[in-house]
């Protein structure tokens, strides 16, 4: 399989309480899957069809999401030192996959907090 570098600008930003984190870092593609580490944390981006699977890992958490527009899906954040997970709903209200972009709404069911989350991809380094 052929792995390709890229260069991954995007945010998270959350709507309810108006803060924004900033993404600026280089990632490898595989296929249909984007890996990018910020932190210390991995970020694996699984691109299907019409939904993505997120996964974040570190020492301290494992976190996966599953998006898919108009469609509320479970979500895992796994504390690791406490062996404790947490399980949330998302429901996605946007979701725009395209070949260099993604753009994805929506909102934690339990907080009612609403995040956009958007990356866009080059190959151009």
């Known amino acids: 399989m052929l792995e390709i570098k890229l260069k991954v600008k995007g945010y998270l930003k959350n709507l309810t309480e108006n803060t924004e984190e900033l993404i600026d870092t280089f990632a490898i593609k595989n296929s249909n899957v984007i890996s990018y580490i ?3 944390t991995k970020y694996k981006i699984i691109i299907n069809k019409e ?10 958490i494992s976190h996966s999401m599953f998006y898919q527009e108009n469609t509320t899906n479970s979500s895992e954040y796994y504390l690791k030192q406490s ?3 947490l399980e949330f709903n998302i429901l996605t209200t946007k979701l725009i996959i395209e070949k260099n972009k993604l753009d994805i709404t929506y909102k934690v069911i339990e907080s009612e ?3 956009n989350y958007v990356l866009e991809m080059s190959e151009n380094l």
């Open 51 to 60: 939904k993505i699977t997120l996964i974040r890992e570190n020492d301290e």
């Open 83 to 85: 062996n404790y997970s």
């Open 113 to 115: 907090n609403i995040y």
């Open 38 to 40: 910020i932190d210390n």
